[in-house]
C-alpha cells in the first residue's frame, strides 16, 4: 500500500491469471493453451513482418484483419472489433456497454474477470446461481437487469449454453445488452455469432488464443451491431488507438486463412477431451460435460486443493480456484496425449 495510490487502486481486487512455473520437465494444464501450436502459415506471416517497417505503426482500425474476419463470419467489416486479447475487448465492453442504472447479471461461477471489470469501471452487478448440475438456467435470468454477460462455453465449468437457449435469453431481454463470450466455442458449442443479424442488442466476443494457438500473441474480437462496436470504438481510442502490431493483425489473418490447419488441432484437442475425460472417469472422478478445451473434475473421497498440491509435486499443473461451490474440482487442460498419460500416471500414484 502506498499513499501515493487512489483510492479506485486500494480497493481493487485484482484478476489472478494461471500461473506460468518455470519447472524441468513440467506438464503445463491450468492456463487452457493449445498443445498444438499454430498454423505454419501464421508462424510465416509473423516473421514476414519483422522486418523494417516496425518503425510504423500499425493499421489503428485493423482493416484488413476486421475484414478478413468479416468475410470468415459473414458479416459485414463495420460489425468488427478486434483488440489486444478477448481481455481486453471485454474490458472495453464493460465500460462501453455494461454500466447501467440497473445491475448488470452473470453467473455465480464464471470467469473470475468479470466482477473484477466490475470493480474497476464501478458496475453494478448480480450474480445468478447455476443450477444443482452446474449449468445456467434462462429462466433465471428473467428479472431487472441492466446488461447480461455470459461465458459460453462457460468457464471454468465447460458446460455450453445451446444457441436456443441464447435466443431465449435475448428475447427475455430485447433492450438490455448481452454480451456472450465465447472463447472455448470452437471445441463443440454453437456460436452465437448467426443471431447478430437479428438481435442488435447482442455482442459475441471471441479469441485467437485458443482454438488458433495465438495465446501469446494476444488477439480477441468482437462482432455485434454497428451502433455497439461504435460503442467499443469510442473507448478504444479513448485508451489507445494501436492496441494490435503489425505481426499481429498479419498473423491473425494468415490463422484464419488456413482453414484446414484450424480444423484439425480443433478435431485433436476434442478427442483428447474425450481420451482425458474417460480416463479421469476410470479413476473415480466426477466429470462435467464440457465442451471445451479443459474439463473441470472432482474425486468424491479427495480436496481439490490437496490433489492440486500433490499433482504440483509430481511435476504436472493444474488449476484449482478456492471458491464457493467448486473448491473440490480440479480445471485440467486438454493437453497432449503424452502429457494427459503423465497425468493419469500422477493421479493413479496419488490416489492408489
Known amino acids: 500500500m502506498s499513499r501515493f495510490w487512489s483510492s479506485l487502486t486500494h480497493e481493487l481486487r485484482p484478476y489472478v491469471p494461471g500461473e506460468q512455473p518455470r519447472m524441468a520437465d513440467l506438464v503445463k494444464l491450468n492456463t487452457n ?11 510465416e506471416a509473423i516473421r514476414v513482418e519483422a522486418a523494417d517497417t516496425l518503425r510504423l505503426y500499425p493499421d489503428p482500425q485493423a482493416t484488413a484483419l476486421r475484414t478478413a474476419l468479416a468475410a470468415y463470419h459473414r458479416v459485414r467489416p463495420e460489425q468488427v472489433f478486434v483488440g489486444n486479447g478477448s481481455d481486453e475487448v471485454l474490458a472495453h465492453a464493460f465500460a ?21 471489470y466490475c470493480r474497476l469501471f464501478g458496475i453494478s452487478h448480480e450474480t445468478v446461481p447455476l443450477d444443482e448440475v452446474m449449468q445456467i438456467r434462462v429462466a433465471d435470468y428473467r428479472r431487472r437487469a ?3 454477460i455470459l461465458a459460453d462455453p462457460n468457464a471454468p465449468t465447460g458446460i455450453a449454453l445451446s444457441r436456443r437457449g ?4 435475448l428475447e427475455d431481454h430485447p433492450d438490455v445488452p448481452v454480451v456472450v463470450d465465447e472463447a472455448y466455442v470452437d471445441f463443440g458449442a454453437e456460436t452465437a455469432i448467426p443471431l447478430v443479424a437479428s438481435h442488435r442488442n447482442l455482442l459475441v466476443v471471441q479469441t485467437m488464443s485458443k482454438s488458433r494457438a495465438l495465446a501469446g500473441l494476444r488477439v480477441g474480437y468482437a462482432i455485434g451491431d454497428a451502433d ?5 470504438t469510442r473507448v478504444k481510442d479513448s485508451f489507445n488507438s494501436y492496441p494490435l502490431g503489425r505481426p499481429a493483425q498479419a498473423g491473425a489473418i494468415a490463422a484464419l486463412e488456413d482453414e484446414a490447419y484450424f480444423q484439425q488441432s480443433r478435431v485433436r484437442v476434442i478427442e483428447g477431451r474425450e481420451r482425458l475425460t ?4 476410470q479413476a473415480g472422478f466426477e466429470v462435467l460435460p464440457s ?3 479443459f474439463v473441470f473434475a472432482r474425486h468424491p473421497a479427495h480436496d481439490g486443493a490437496a490433489l492440486a498440491a500433490a499433482l504440483r509435486q509430481q511435476a504436472v499443473i493444474v488449476r484449482h480456484f478456492a471458491a464457493a461451490r467448486i473448491s473440490d474440482y480440479l480445471r485440467i487442460t486438454v493437453g497432449t496425449d503424452e502429457q494427459t498419460d503423465r497425468l493419469l500416471s500422477a493421479l493413479s500414484r496419488i490416489l492408489g
Open 278 to 281: 474417460r480416463g479421469l472417469k
Open 228 to 232: 455497439l462496436i461504435e460503442a467499443l
Open 96 to 116: 462501453a456497454l455494461l454500466k447501467h442504472e440497473a445491475p448488470l447479471l452473470f453467473p455465480d461461477i464464471t470467469y473470475s474477470f468479470y466482477p473484477v
Open 291 to 293: 465442451q471445451a478445451n
Open 166 to 169: 441464447i435466443v431465449a435469453l
Open 146 to 148: 441492466g446488461a447480461i
Open 33 to 43: 493453451e493449445s498443445p498444438f501450436g499454430p498454423s505454419p502459415r501464421a508462424l
